[in-house]
């Protein structure tokens, strides 16, 4: 059976169901590291990326990288964002 998509009941006509589908989230799927949310902590605190880098022992690049999209940090980098942004791990991530 495929559970990939939610059908719900819209009207019975003649006995026949008529039936809409919806996508259903995965809630297994990988979630991504979100540079987004990154950049937004990283303003809520009024930090330039050099400060932030300087925070958590890494360069202003691979700050900027990171928000970007064009690299992800490392796992030890993870929890130093977060401690050092003041926000828990799974924040950084969708």
């Given at each position: 059976?495929?559970?990939?998509?939610?059908?719900?009941?819209?009207?019975?006509?003649?006995?026949?169901?008529f039936?809409?589908?919806?996508?259903?989230?995965?809630?297994?799927?990988?979630?991504?590291?979100?540079?987004?949310?990154?950049?937004?902590?990283?303003?809520?605190?009024?930090?330039s990326?050099?400060?932030?880098?300087?925070?958590?022992?890494?360069?202003?690049?691979?700050?900027?990288?990171?928000?970007?999209?064009?690299?992800?940090?490392?796992?030890?980098?993870?929890?130093?964002?977060?401690?050092?942004?003041?926000?828990?791990?799974?924040?950084?991530?969708?």
């Amino acid at each position: 059976m495929d559970y990939s998509a939610l059908s719900i009941c819209k009207g019975i006509d003649r006995g026949v169901c008529f039936v809409y589908s919806a996508p259903v989230p995965d809630e297994t799927a990988p979630k991504r590291f979100s540079g987004a949310r990154l950049r937004k902590a990283r303003m809520r605190l009024s930090l330039s990326p050099r400060m932030l880098g300087e925070r958590i022992g890494c360069t202003r690049i691979s700050v900027y990288n990171w928000e970007r999209g064009s690299s992800v940090p490392g796992g030890d980098t993870i929890p130093a964002l977060a401690k050092a942004l003041r926000r828990p791990i799974g924040y950084f991530y969708e």
